[in-house]
């Protein structure tokens, strides 16, 4: 069973600034109220809630729990304090198990530009483990410390205003275990300690789906609010496929090989098509020794440039285990039989020894019939050249009269 690993380095730059971000948290009364529109089809009236989740109590105790859903944006209003309906933050809560809890602040932004991590928002971690008003005043004490106006901060970049909105899943401290949705951002920000986290992508032919994921370590913001002084954050999680799932295990596998043999990823597709099969064509001269014998080996996959493989991105070398090969052509199937043919000739033979030898050889080639030099052909040779270790095993039998 073939398998791809895939891996490139990214960088991730960070920025400290204010904002508004909403981190999922544990609140199951809240998740309860969003679960009974769904189970209501989507809409939800006060008279619902107060009846189904909280006893029979008045409807305006309803009506307020509705009110607390809008305002975490689990619900929408449809008709302003009467009914509403599930949003499609409260769908991906249910789906999480959390509610997205808003909390301004200030917080330091890990993000990249890279075609696989989508939208670039990687992380958030607050600062200083402040309060608002804090960090504001923090924040302000920070710029009068700048004398320069170059160090006056710098525009928040569009990357981080373009994921406004979409919830992330974290990558830290385990995988999935919240999420966060950025709801506003400020206009300026403080450049931080950028890092360098490894992209890796697994996939086995037998799964569907590829493994894409993130890895490494990010040094993390001072905060007062934790029980251990945490100097990094350990990053280790999957990423949504995002353009890795416009690729087939074996359209990318072919790609690959393209690139690590030189043949091109068509001439590749076409020999796996013939053979039903994940299959390399190879040409004789560049096979190497135990691959001649074996028809199969490693096959070395050069840095991947960003632009071949269709919105991916570029990859570090790599390393295609035991690739089946075949001869890239009916010549070269004739050069490589040719080759097994006359290494096989360990032992004195006889032209019936030489003929059953030369079968089994051909046999090996599935999709070609190569051409092979005949046992006449191959003495003829031998006489020319005796001193020949080859030549003489076939000469032995001739010289005793036996070779017929």
């Not at 199951?28 to 809630?49: C, F, I, M, S």
């Not at 074996?250 to 043999?261: I, K, M, S, T, Y």
């Not at 090996?364 to 003495?379: C, I």
Request: with cysteine; hydrophobic share 40%; glycine share 8%.
């Amino acid at each position: 069973m073939q398998t791809i690993a895939l891996t490139r380095s990214i960088k991730v730059s960070t920025l400290d600034t204010q904002a508004t971000v909403a981190v999922a948290r544990n609140r199951p009364e809240w998740l309860a109220v969003t679960q009974l529109a769904k189970d209501l089809g989507g809409e939800l009236r006060p008279g619902n809630v107060a009846r189904e989740l909280l006893g029979g109590l008045p409807q305006e105790v309803g009506r307020l729990a509705m009110s607390r859903c809008v305002e975490l944006g689990l619900l929408e209003w449809v008709e302003r304090l009467e009914i509403a309906r599930l949003s499609s933050l409260g769908q991906e809560s249910l789906r999480l198990g959390q509610v997205f809890v808003a909390e301004e602040r200030l917080w330091r932004f890990y993000y990249c530009n890279d075609p696989l991590v989508l939208p670039g928002l990687v992380h958030v971690e607050p600062v200083f483990g402040a309060d608002a008003e804090s960090a504001r005043h923090q924040q302000r004490e920070m710029r009068k410390a700048r004398k320069s106006a170059a160090d006056q901060g710098r525009l928040v970049p569009a990357l981080l205003e373009r994921a406004i909105g979409h919830p992330v899943l974290r990558l830290v401290d385990g995988e999935g275990a919240a999420a966060f949705v950025v709801k506003s951002l400020a206009k300026t920000g403080f450049e931080r300690e950028s890092a360098s986290l490894d992209l890796r992508v697994h996939w086995d032919e037998a799964n569907p789906k590829p493994s894409l994921r993130l890895e490494g370590k990010m040094l993390a913001p001072p905060n007062s609010e934790r029980e251990e002084d945490v100097a990094e954050l350990r990053v280790n999680g999957p990423l949504p496929l995002g353009a890795m799932s416009h690729f087939s295990f074996q359209d990318l596998w072919e790609r690959l090989v393209g690139l690590g043999n030189g043949i091109g990823p068509e001439a590749v597709q076409q020999c796996s098509e013939r053979a039903g099969r994940l299959m390399a064509p190879q040409e004789f001269q560049s096979c190497p020794v135990a691959a001649r014998k074996q028809f199969c080996r490693d096959l070395a996959i050069p840095a991947v440039p960003g632009g071949q493989l269709n919105g991916l991105g570029h990859f570090d070398p790599t390393t295609l285990r035991q690739v089946e090969l075949a001869p890239s052509s009916e010549q070269e199937a004739s050069l490589w039989a040719d080759w097994l043919l006359r290494e096989s000739i360990d032992r004195y033979l006889t032209r019936a020894d030489v003929e059953a030898l030369a079968h089994s050889i051909r046999s090996r080639f599935e999709f070609h019939s190569p051409v092979l030099p005949t046992p006449g052909q191959l003495l003829a040779d031998a006489l020319q050249r005796p001193a020949d270790p080859l030549s003489r095993r076939l000469l032995a039998a001739f010289d005793l009269g036996i070779w017929s």
